[in-house]
């Protein structure tokens, strides 16, 4: 099993462009979801998904936007880049909303 | 809503020494506690969790939490620290959203 697949690695933007970061499992989890890591704030939830065609939003979702259309893969569409999005982005699944996550590699974004 | 705390931004130990890592929760409800490790530039891997059951939970490289419920606390231990235990520690509580304390960076000197 490869776990959590996340690309890209890195991504460099400029303030306005959009685009569109990659999440897989292979796990067959229902449940996947979407952190930004930022120094000193730990991890901060954007949106998550309990299972396809279902998506609701986390802590942080403004600008960003996220469809479930297969169980393997979760994308999260950034907008409108801002330099505030400039962070670490990490996905997650587990198999139900009470075990323990998996994480992917991350995404380090910066928007200029 | 439910929430995490880690009191300590950092915790330096010798190497040899006990190593404990403070976490507190606040949860409706049964808490389902969690803690993960980071290593620079990488994602978090699960070390351990506590559902049910045991007070004393074992984990992975050697680690161990204690749920104690009356002082809603989910301390993380290792009873000899290793150099390679350097990293950063996150303590989470569920169900549905996994909310995160800041995170404790641990580092074990020689």
């Known amino acids: 099993n490869a776990g959590v697949t996340q690309t890209p690695k890195f991504q460099v933007l400029k303030t306005g462009q959009s685009m569109t970061l990659q999440c897989a499992q292979d796990?067959?989890?229902?449940?996947m979801s979407w952190y930004r890591q930022d120094p000193g704030m730990g991890l901060r939830l954007i949106h998550y998904s309990v299972g396809a065609g279902i998506t609701d939003q986390g802590e942080v979702p403004n600008g960003y936007n996220v469809s479930r259309s297969t169980t393997e893969d979760f994308p999260l569409r950034l907008l409108s880049a801002a330099p505030s999005q400039t962070s670490v982005y990490f996905c997650a699944s587990s198999s139900t909303g009470v075990d323990e996550q998996y994480f992917g590699p991350g995404t380090r974004l910066t928007v200029t | 809503a439910q929430s995490v705390a880690q009191p300590e931004d950092q915790v330096n130990v010798a190497e040899g020494n006990p190593l404990t890592v403070k976490c507190t929760y606040s949860v409706s409800g049964n808490p389902y506690l969690f803690w993960y490790v980071q290593y620079p530039n990488r994602g978090l891997q699960f070390l351990l969790k506590y559902i049910t059951g045991d007070n004393l939970v074992k984990g992975s490289y050697g680690f161990e939490a204690e749920f104690n419920k009356s002082q809603t606390s989910f301390h993380l231990k290792k009873p000899s620290a290793l150099v390679s235990d350097s990293a950063l520690y996150f303590c989470?509580?569920?169900?549905?959203?996994?909310?995160f304390g800041a995170g404790t960076t641990v580092t074990v000197r020689a």
């Open positions: 989470a509580v569920r169900p549905w959203e996994l909310s």
């Open positions: 796990m067959n989890h229902e449940y």
